[in-house]
């Protein structure tokens, strides 16, 4: 199926329509356990990373198709100067928790477990927390450019899932990924990549990942898809962007991811 693009009014019904337009119900209903995975790279506010305003609508979403799931909201920031839940603090998501009793994981400091995969050349094995292999994982990344990457999305969003014990190096938890990146975003999707996404384009950033400029006038999008690579295509079209010249969007994932 497709990604969706619907254009933005406000989260609930936004979240809803986008999610409603690619049956996300029928797959959300099957789900004992569901890990929200926002972008929380620093402790910056929208759009720089996810509003939990937008983790709300889609845990509203979630509630209202299964209310029996159990709901996470799992991040492992790349900022070094904030340990544990201090980024979820920042940023309102402990808040969002409370009101809607719901867990915080810090995936910087959970369990992890080795992986192996020969044909990644990048990454031939791969450290993994155990929680990205026991939940239905949603990805909820902002829409931005990267200036290393170039196009920042759902399978760069799945770096948070990088443990620092690691993949750290100078300056960021995830810095090891910083040597031929986008192989790095690939192959580490080749382990573990969303099984849905809400990509928030309402707004946008068409400079960097960490600040400057927003889209005017705003995206004023947001898309919902299955399939990553797809999805992070057809976002990036909405900065512009031509995927063919982003290297971690060339190629396609295996047909097992």
Not at 190 to 211: F, I, K, Q
Not at 227 to 233: A, K, N
């Amino acid at each position: 199926m497709k990604p969706a693009i619907i254009e933005f009014t406000t989260y609930k019904a936004s979240v809803a329509e986008a999610f409603d337009s690619i049956l996300a119900n029928h797959a959300i209903r099957e789900q004992k356990r569901i890990l929200l995975k926002p972008n929380l790279v620093t402790a910056d506010p929208f759009p720089v990373t996810t509003s939990p305003r937008c983790c709300e609508s889609i845990i509203d979403y979630i509630r209202a198709c299964n209310p029996k799931a159990e709901i996470v909201i799992a991040e492992g920031t790349g900022d070094p100067a904030y340990k544990g839940m201090q980024i979820f603090d920042a940023l309102g998501f402990t808040q969002l928790a409370a009101e809607k009793n719901v867990t915080l994981i810090d995936l910087n400091a959970e369990p992890t477990v080795r992986l192996e995969n020969r044909q990644c050349k990048r990454f031939p094995q791969f450290y993994l927390p155990e929680i990205a292999l026991s939940h239905f994982i949603i990805s909820v990344p902002v829409l931005k450019a990267h200036t290393l990457s170039g196009f920042t999305g759902t399978m760069k969003n799945m770096m948070g899932f990088a443990p620092p014990s690691h993949y750290s190096g100078t300056g960021w938890n995830k810095a090891a990924f910083h040597s031929d990146l986008q192989s790095a975003i690939f192959d580490l999707n080749c382990y573990r990549s969303p099984d849905l996404t809400l990509m928030d384009a309402s707004v946008a950033m068409p400079d960097s990942h960490l600040g400057g400029r927003k889209c005017n006038p705003p995206v004023g999008k947001l898309v919902a898809g299955y399939e990553p690579v797809e999805t992070d295509r057809v976002s990036a079209g909405l900065l512009g962007m031509d995927w063919k010249k982003i290297g971690h969007l060339k190629s396609n994932l295996p047909a097992h991811i």
